[in-house]
């Protein structure tokens, strides 16, 4: 599974952006996509995370309210509409995709494949 992030981008601070991931095919090894971010100097971590098959999300505490996932299992791609953006939001942004159980869908060890991350840049 190839998985191809866009959409980031340079925006103001309270502007919007639509990042996507497109996934080459759907697996039942990649029954499930996740959005995460690494700041300069910070760790990864988890943003939200969408199943293919359903549709249930799961988001970091931080992000709900602010960004939505969605998925269009026709084009085989996952979303994240991110709004209200800060410049704290500042970060690479990488889709996964992986067969996490639900109460483990924020844990990127459960992704097996990875895109190349987009770059989200917010300013004050």
């Known amino acids: 599974v190839q998985l191809q992030a866009s959409g980031g981008g340079l925006v103001q601070a309270g502007g919007s952006l639509r990042l996507s991931c497109a996934a080459s095919q759907r697996t039942d090894s990649s029954s499930a996509v996740g959005w995460f971010r690494q700041a300069p100097g910070k760790e990864r971590e988890f943003v939200a995370a969408?199943?293919?098959?359903?549709?249930?999300?799961v988001y970091a505490d931080s992000m709900k309210g602010r960004f939505t996932i969605s998925r269009n299992n026709a084009k085989n791609t996952v979303y994240l509409q991110m709004n209200s953006l800060q410049p704290e939001d500042t970060a690479v942004y990488f889709c996964a995709a992986g067969r996490p159980i639900l109460s483990a869908m924020d844990r990127s060890d459960m992704y097996y494949y990875w895109g190349q991350g987009t770059l989200v840049t917010v300013s004050s």
């Open positions: 969408i199943r293919w098959n359903g549709g249930t999300t």
